[in-house]
């Protein structure tokens, strides 16, 4: 559309498309269209967004709609809480593949910056450029102590981000849709065949949470710690959907990161 845009009754350069305002609404917004003049209301119930989020996302959609040629963003989710932060950023790698923006994001967490980041910049004491790489490079190679010190001990495992889980075994598993007593492991699932939960042999009657979900396609990174958060120890594997495709265990999760090390070092 054109027209004279506002976001609140605030003028916009130009109308944003309805799915970059479902972002910044998520979920609840208006738009009203008299006479090629669109006003977009943002509003603050519903979705359980907290005010800070809702401010961020039209702070994004003001300026996606100035169309600068590089955006500057400086630690725009460092106020949210996990959740709201993980869609935040999944949005903007949406938006930044759609519209083809070049974007500078400030942040001091390191998952944040390998998550979005295509290049890595790690900055010393002074302002002193440490260390520019792709995020696999960063993580696997750190190029001084500094480096390897600010992503910290567990690299390793934020490193199997980037290795694919396409090699990790699907097995069956014991599915059942009523909370009934059970000789072994066996997963609680909806009618849509969604998992809810564990039985546990030990622990009749009781409804034991499940772990993290895997989703084929996914990295080493989520399937491994699908295996380990699982109570069965048995990381349950969905389809896009949502339902159970079966379960992957943590010794052949370990099997395959073996084999991605070997063919990536030789």
Same mark, same amino acid.
């Given at each position: 559309?054109?027209?004279?845009?506002?976001?609140?009754?605030? %003028?916009?350069?130009?109308?944003?498309?309805?799915?970059?305002?479902?972002?910044?609404?998520?979920?609840?917004?208006?738009?009203?269209?008299?006479?090629?003049?669109?006003?977009?209301?943002?509003?603050?119930?519903?979705?359980?967004?907290?005010?800070?989020?809702?401010?961020?996302?039209?702070?994004?959609?003001?300026?996606?709609?100035?169309?600068? %040629?590089?955006?500057?963003?400086?630690?725009? +989710?460092?106020?949210?809480?996990?959740?709201?932060?993980? =869609?935040?950023?999944?949005?903007?790698?949406?938006?930044?593949? =759609?519209?083809?923006?070049?974007?500078?994001?400030?942040?001091?967490?390191?998952?944040?910056?390998?998550?979005?980041?295509?290049?890595?910049?790690?900055?010393?004491?002074?302002?002193?450029?440490?260390?520019?790489?792709?995020?696999? =490079?960063?993580?696997?190679? %750190?190029?001084?102590? +500094?480096?390897?010190? +600010?992503?910290?001990?567990?690299?390793? +495992?934020?490193?199997?981000?980037?290795?694919?889980?396409?090699?990790?075994?699907?097995?069956?598993?014991?599915?059942?849709?009523? %909370?009934?007593?059970?000789?072994?492991?066996?997963?609680?699932?909806?009618?849509?065949?969604?998992?809810?939960?564990?039985?546990?042999?030990?622990?009749?009657?009781?409804?034991?949470?499940?772990?993290?979900?895997?989703?084929?396609?996914?990295?080493?990174?989520?399937?491994?710690?699908?295996?380990?958060?699982?109570?069965?120890?048995?990381?349950?594997?969905?389809?896009?959907?949502?339902?159970?495709?079966?379960?992957?265990?943590?010794?052949?999760?370990?099997?395959?990161?073996?084999?991605?090390?070997?063919?990536?070092?030789?």
């Amino acid at each position: 559309g054109k027209g004279n845009v506002t976001v609140n009754g605030k %003028p916009l350069r130009e109308y944003l498309q309805r799915d970059v305002l479902v972002m910044v609404a998520n979920q609840p917004f208006a738009v009203t269209d008299t006479k090629g003049k669109f006003d977009v209301r943002v509003r603050a119930q519903g979705g359980g967004l907290s005010g800070q989020a809702g401010a961020i996302r039209l702070g994004v959609a003001r300026a996606l709609a100035a169309d600068p %040629p590089v955006l500057l963003m400086d630690e725009p +989710f460092s106020a949210v809480d996990p959740v709201v932060r993980a =869609e935040l950023q999944e949005e903007l790698l949406r938006l930044q593949r =759609e519209l083809a923006k070049t974007i500078v994001f400030v942040t001091h967490d390191i998952d944040e910056a390998t998550i979005l980041g295509d290049k890595v910049a790690v900055f010393a004491v002074g302002g002193h450029l440490a260390q520019y790489a792709t995020p696999e =490079e960063i993580l696997r190679a %750190p190029v001084d102590d +500094f480096v390897a010190g +600010f992503v910290g001990r567990d690299r390793g +495992f934020r490193h199997l981000s980037f290795s694919d889980g396409e090699s990790v075994p699907v097995h069956q598993v014991t599915m059942s849709q009523e %909370p009934t007593a059970v000789s072994e492991w066996t997963l609680l699932v909806s009618a849509e065949q969604h998992p809810l939960g564990w039985l546990s042999p030990g622990r009749p009657g009781e409804l034991v949470p499940g772990g993290s979900l895997f989703q084929a396609g996914e990295t080493l990174r989520r399937a491994l710690d699908a295996a380990l958060s699982s109570p069965a120890g048995l990381g349950v594997a969905v389809d896009g959907s949502g339902a159970v495709t079966g379960v992957v265990k943590a010794v052949e999760v370990l099997e395959a990161i073996e084999r991605a090390r070997v063919a990536r070092e030789g």
